[in-house]
């Protein structure tokens, strides 16, 4: 019988049983956490410095604030926010891999970011924080290694304070079908190429690249926001949409 069987999810282009997602995603993150601030810059050429900062000027964070950080890895928005919210705020990095936890610790500690950043590592499906604490959250690059994508959803959503605002930012679909076929070139054949020289590892940069695909775009994850709540969903291409930033607002 069919609920006999186990259940399936994607990873990358295969399909895994459920239930072993999560520590599929984690040896990923485990293996590429050593390199992962060198690699995204040698991916996105720095622009992805440009995408962060771009979220960050849309978050409304101010001093005093309440920030979640979902799979923050190695810290840099978590960065930034702890300079916005002051000392009479806090950001929470949470991720679900230990690994990259650390290399962010390290890394803000070494920045002399310790007083109001507190780390933790949780699953974005079931956030281990009461209803309405932040004002705002942010989940950079993450979003697509989350198993159940909705659930997650509506955990930030039951977190997040009256009046706060969800912040996605997330590969995408190119809006230019040129832009679409260099976009697959450079992904299924450099990205792997470059994972291999630099972090000796193609096949975790090869999961990266299909996970992307896999991803809902644009208007599909706008619906998805909407289902669980959010209110005044929007979204910004950016790079012709390779990248997109999601909003939405809980009222």
Not at 7 to 14: I, W
Not at 31 to 37: E, N, R
Not at 95 to 110: E, H, P, Q, T, Y
Not at 112 to 134: M, R, S
Request: charged share 25%.
């Amino acid at each position: 019988m069919q609920d006999d069987q186990k259940k399936t999810t994607d990873f990358g282009f295969k399909e895994i049983p459920t239930d072993e997602k999560v520590q599929a995603v984690a040896q990923v993150f485990h293996s590429v956490a050593a390199k992962y601030d060198i690699m995204n810059d040698l991916m996105s050429g720095g622009i992805h410095r440009l995408w962060k900062r771009h979220t960050i000027s849309q978050s409304g964070v101010r001093a005093g604030n309440c920030v979640l950080d979902i799979a923050g890895g190695t810290g840099d928005l978590t960065l930034k926010f702890s300079r916005l919210v002051g000392s009479e705020g806090q950001v929470i990095l949470a991720d679900i891999n230990d690994s990259m936890l650390k290399v962010g610790r390290d890394k803000l500690a070494n920045q002399g970011i310790v007083g109001n950043v507190k780390f933790v590592q949780a699953n974005a499906e079931a956030l281990p924080f009461p209803d309405n604490t932040f004002d705002c959250i942010t989940i950079a690059f993450g979003l697509r290694n989350v198993t159940d994508k909705s659930k997650a959803l509506a955990s930030m959503y039951r977190v997040l304070k009256p009046g706060g605002r969800l912040l996605v930012l997330e590969f995408s679909k190119p809006k230019s079908e040129m832009l679409s076929q260099v976009y697959d070139q450079y992904s299924f054949r450099l990205l792997p190429a470059m994972g291999k020289l630099i972090a000796n590892d193609s096949e975790s940069y090869r999961y990266l690249a299909e996970s992307i695909r896999m991803h809902p775009d644009q208007e599909t994850l706008k619906s998805m926001m909407d289902d669980v709540g959010f209110e005044r969903t929007s979204y910004q291409n950016l790079t012709g949409g390779i990248v997109a930033l999601h909003k939405g607002f809980k009222f």
